[in-house]
């Protein structure tokens, strides 16, 4: 595990410091065992708006478990 330092962006910043996760999450997730997780964005079966102030976001992906 190493340690991320930050640019001194603003004063806060400056002694700034995160683990960096790199070398545990090395490998890239299967692609067979993902899949799109479709968005709504606050849309009903019409397709009419029904909850407001959400907006498209990031696409995100459904990660297939088998618990067998």
């Given at each position: 595990?190493?340690?991320?330092?930050?640019?001194?962006?603003?004063p806060?910043?400056?002694?700034?410091?995160?683990l960096?996760?790199?070398?545990?999450?090395?490998?890239?997730?299967?692609?067979?065992?993902l899949?799109?997780?479709?968005?709504?964005?606050?849309?009903?079966?019409?397709?009419?708006?029904?909850?407001?102030?959400?907006?498209?976001?990031?696409?995100?992906?459904?990660?297939?478990?088998?618990?067998?």
């Amino acid at each position: 595990m190493a340690i991320k330092a930050y640019k001194p962006t603003t004063p806060s910043r400056r002694y700034m410091t995160n683990l960096d996760s790199g070398d545990i999450t090395a490998k890239a997730s299967v692609r067979s065992l993902l899949k799109k997780l479709p968005a709504h964005a606050g849309r009903n079966s019409n397709g009419r708006i029904t909850s407001r102030h959400k907006q498209a976001g990031a696409k995100k992906l459904y990660r297939i478990i088998d618990f067998k």
